[in-house]
């Protein structure tokens, strides 16, 4: 057999220069090149090491964002290279299905030639720049000579636009020369001219060019033609298709979620920020939407697709306003905006959150049963616009204030029990909670110093058995917030944050990856979203004790999790 497979791949050198085959599900091919070889479809991930020109690799899929393969070498070692170092041509890379990183690989190791050498790779977070990723390849093919600009190629078929994230020019060949002339502000985009003459811009992940290249472009804030850039479209896109034409515009289904899996809530997506989650081997990202009545689901277009491009699913909870809830028309008005932002590839949307109290919902109307037709109409609105983007219930303020369930405020026992009688189990894949007032390692079930130290939201197996209990295990759990708060670095907490006063940013690190750990094992959580990764505010609320990026960059939650 292995005889055999070897005879093949030598033919395929022979007539055709690489090998391409389909083999048990995947893509069989070669390197075309040295490639860097990374347990993550980014720079930002580690370096397992490198593969040499001519390796055997058999492909499962492509990252969602673009511009990367996950593959098996024949030394059984699987990872992420950039798809230009890869034999294969575009139209059979895009016809890989989309895979993310916490999708398992099942395919088996190909018989051939080559594996993965060792290399020393840098510190995930060591560099502040990172190259673009089709930049991992040899880059003998670039000139910085041409008349007019920098000369390089285009790594992979995607369109050229008018500005960043604007109206399509022209289509882009893979491996077309592209001259380019400037950069924007942020460096994710380059603007040059392509062969036909056509002018415009790319997103820097799909030209084959350096770090060092685009740094030393001028920034250029006008559109093709350097005149003042035209207000950017509110429905952005990833750069490989048009904007939708309708708010809510059905799409195919999205890779489905399986297993566990783990991220973080995020102010935003700077390179601290993604090399620190990446270290810390989390796939999702939640960002938090307020709606207002009358806005356009392609507006929440720019996170999904920004999640994607740094290798994360994307967990959106949108939130309304509070004071629109009674008005009449007001849930089908937000059930369409949920579906429309699902249209756009959201991964998992949570509907509302902390509907139980009145910060987040109108006191006098709070009632789970309420809540539940909201919710059902939203359910039926994103099914009917992305069938793999997960519902996920929103989660109640964990507390035992209210002593029950009334107009006014409830108790989230009793809230999630109102919501089972009302059917919400029908219309969610996920329920969603919050834990976020620990201060015991989440292995333990008793001893909290506070008054009421017996109360469930006290403790991570509390909060864990109260919500499967209440829908009677028929649905898994999403912790849409898991966090422990630390004042270390910061002044004192505010009072009514007091009874944190004690804990370390190292028991900070151990408690998230023991609670990692045990949602895994669980057998009862699907997803664990950490909050939170880099929020800086650190006020009344103190948001910032809670993040594990720490004053000064570190995070030790993130070298916990790594190992």
Request: proline share 6%.
């Amino acid at each position: 057999m292995r005889r055999t497979a070897a005879w093949i791949f030598l033919l395929g050198m022979l007539f055709g220069g690489s090998l391409v085959s389909a083999q048990g599900g995947g893509l069989l091919t070669s390197l075309a090149r040295d490639a860097k070889f990374r347990d993550g479809p980014g720079t930002s991930y580690f370096i397992l090491g490198v593969v040499k020109s001519g390796t055997t690799i058999l492909l499962d899929g492509r990252a969602p964002g673009g511009g990367w393969v996950r593959g098996i070498t024949p030394d059984a070692k699987i990872g992420w290279v950039v798809d230009t170092s890869v034999a294969a041509n575009a139209d059979q890379i895009a016809a890989l299905p989309k895979v993310w990183t916490d999708v398992p690989f099942t395919l088996g190791a190909p018989a051939g030639n080559g594996g993965v050498e060792a290399a020393a790779p840098p510190a995930a977070a060591s560099n502040p720049t990172p190259v673009p990723a089709a930049a991992e390849q040899t880059t003998a093919n670039v000139s910085t000579g041409a008349a007019n600009g920098v000369e390089v190629k285009v790594g992979s078929n995607v369109n050229m636009r008018d500005n960043p994230n604007g109206g399509i020019i022209e289509r882009a060949k893979a491996n077309a020369k592209f001259v380019v002339d400037g950069k924007n502000a942020t460096q994710d985009w380059v603007r040059g001219t392509l062969p036909s003459g056509a002018k415009g811009w790319i997103a820097v992940r799909y030209v084959v060019i350096t770090g060092k290249q685009v740094e030393d472009l001028p920034v250029v804030e006008g559109g093709a033609s350097g005149a003042p850039s035209a207000a950017a479209a509110p429905a952005t896109t990833t750069d490989g298709g048009a904007a939708p034409a309708a708010p809510i515009v059905p799409v195919v289904a999205s890779t489905p979620i399986k297993g566990f899996s783990y991220g973080g809530h995020v102010d935003g997506f700077g390179d601290a920020t993604v090399n620190a989650m990446h270290q810390a081997g989390m796939s999702w990202a939640k960002r938090q939407w307020r709606y207002i009545a009358g806005q356009n689901p392609g507006d929440v277009a720019g996170i999904i697709n920004d999640a994607h491009a740094k290798g994360f699913r994307i967990l959106i909870g949108i939130v309304g306003q509070t004071g629109d809830v009674n008005n009449g028309g007001y849930f089908d008005q937000y059930a369409a905006f949920v579906g429309g932002v699902a249209a756009q590839g959201a991964d998992a949307i949570e509907v509302w959150n902390e509907m139980n109290i009145d910060r987040e919902w109108p006191s006098g109307s709070i009632d789970p049963g309420k809540y539940t037709d909201l919710l059902r109409r939203s359910y039926g609105a994103i099914k009917a616009a992305n069938p793999g983007t997960l519902v996920i219930s929103g989660a109640p303020a964990p507390t035992g204030y209210f002593g029950g369930c009334s107009a006014g405020g409830c108790d989230d026992a009793a809230y999630i029990a109102g919501m089972a009688a009302a059917g919400a189990a029908n219309y969610m894949d996920c329920v969603g909670l919050h834990y976020n007032e620990g201060i015991l390692s989440p292995n333990q079930t008793s001893g909290d110093p506070r008054g009421s130290s017996g109360y469930y939201t006290r403790y991570f197996w509390g909060m864990v058995n109260t919500y499967s209990k209440a829908f009677r295990g028929a649905r898994p759990l999403c912790f849409t917030e898991l966090g422990y708060l630390t004042p270390e670095g910061f002044p004192p907490l505010p009072g009514s944050f007091g009874w944190a006063e004690n804990v370390t940013v190292g028991q900070q690190a151990s408690w998230i990856k023991q609670a990692v750990a045990l949602s895994r094992s669980s057998g009862k959580v699907k997803i664990l979203i950490v909050w939170n990764i880099d929020f800086t505010s650190y006020g009344d609320d103190p948001m910032a004790g809670y993040a594990i990026i720490r004053p000064g960059g570190a995070c030790p939650a993130c070298e916990a999790l790594a190992n």
